[in-house]
């Protein structure tokens, strides 16, 4: 399982963009990579995933470079309510693998 | 369309006795994950599950600790003896067949052992 390196915290105020950067230097040609959102007392929200280049939904974007060692989740004009801890994870394609979450990135939010 | 119940929501109990935590999965899921989570620490992988099939139990401990997912009915992660190292919160996730890395989480049950 490849592993990943997150930064341990980021500070950010209300209207800017924020960008968690994830290192996976292992990833392997099968592997995916995941972003997840974890609220204090709630269990993690899967936020996006992505193969390669760029994906874009509702809530972020997600930009994956051609080596694909490294990702970005970007979170457009983030609010009070992003605070969260953030979780990149690289699992394959298979109905065989679990998924390793590491210590992720605790995100605050600041008027 | 229900998300992934798991219940009770808090359990208390005392050093010595069981802890039984149910969870049902999402209408079409077919995986069922457990993670344990310490204060202030990230999840911890215990268990993969498909129906009637254990698939990864290299999270577990070796003791005390056992999980199923019947035919019928919920998952359940049966904790005996219970410590108070034992007291965390516990999640279920669940996921189709085919995508794995893209798991639903329940709201977790928090047990404590006084």
């Known amino acids: 399982l490849a592993k990943t390196t997150q930064p341990i915290s980021m500070d950010s105020y209300e209207g800017q963009e924020v960008n968690i950067t994830c290192s996976h230097n292992?990833?392997?040609?099968?592997?995916?990579i995941t972003w997840y959102q974890q609220f204090p007392s709630q269990g993690p929200r899967f936020i996006i995933q992505?193969?390669?280049t760029k994906v874009t939904n509702e809530v972020a974007s997600l930009f994956i470079p051609a080596d694909r060692k490294s990702s970005t989740l970007s979170l457009p004009r983030v609010s009070l309510s992003d605070t969260a801890v953030y979780y990149c994870?690289?699992?394959?394609?298979?109905?065989?693998?679990?998924?390793?979450f590491g210590s992720g990135t605790r995100l605050s939010i600041r008027p | 369309n229900a998300g992934v119940m798991q219940n009770p929501r808090h359990l208390v109990r005392r050093r010595g006795q069981e802890a039984r935590l149910r969870c049902s999965p999402m209408?079409?899921?077919?995986?069922v994950y457990w993670y344990r989570q310490l204060p202030e620490e990230g999840l911890k992988f215990m268990v993969y599950?498909?129906?009637?099939?254990?698939?990864?139990e290299s999270g577990m401990p070796k003791e005390r600790f056992s999980a199923e997912f019947p035919k019928e009915g919920p998952s359940i992660l049966r904790i005996q003896q219970v410590v108070r190292g034992d007291s965390a919160a516990y999640f279920c996730?669940?996921?189709?067949?085919?995508?794995?890395?893209?798991?639903?989480f329940g709201p977790g049950t928090r047990l404590t052992v006084t």
């Open positions: 996730a669940s996921s189709r067949q085919d995508s794995s890395y893209e798991q639903y």
């Open positions: 292992n990833i392997a040609t099968n592997d995916y």
């Open positions: 992505g193969y390669k």
């Open positions: 994870l690289v699992a394959g394609y298979s109905s065989a693998s679990k998924i390793i």
């Open positions: 209408k079409g899921h077919s995986h």
């Open positions: 599950l498909q129906k009637e099939n254990i698939i990864d």
